[in-house]
């Protein structure tokens, strides 16, 4: 017998911050793109306001990069990229809400947690204070530990 698939009647897909045909100043000078800009690179949002020529001309090139990279790619970036949606029919028509209609979901990288509950733990204030104890699932079998992962909730 033959499988049978069925499609999801929805997809999802990645979008680009901004459309292609989107003015200059309306994307750098946009508070999405200064928010992105400053969380993808402090050090370079900073740079705007130096009195050096050359530190000038090397910002306002990147800045033009970012811009390009907010215009046309759609990998996760930051800020600069993010997610739609659709329902699958018989003809095409994708309309993206406008930038300042934007929903944003933001979590912190797992490397930045981690390393923010080491440096956590390490003050002695704090450490005096924890309490560990071990899952109330854990058990014992063939010799290891294991333990039932809760279930997470959509």
Known sequence: MKPTFI??????????LFPLDA????TTLSPEFREA???ASPELYEGCV???RKKQTKFERSVLK???RAMTRCTPFGLFAGCSTGKIADSTSIELPATKDNKRRTRLDMQYLCALIQEIERDPNVREQLVYYPNDSLYEIG??????????RI
């Open 7 to 16: 499609p999801f009647p929805d997809f999802v897909f990645r979008t680009p």
């Open 23 to 26: 003015p200059a100043e309306d």
């Open 37 to 39: 800009l400053y969380l």
């Open 50 to 52: 130096s009195k050096d």
């Open 66 to 68: 970012y811009r390009h």
């Open 143 to 152: 010799g290891k530990y294991r333990y039932k992962k809760p279930q997470r």
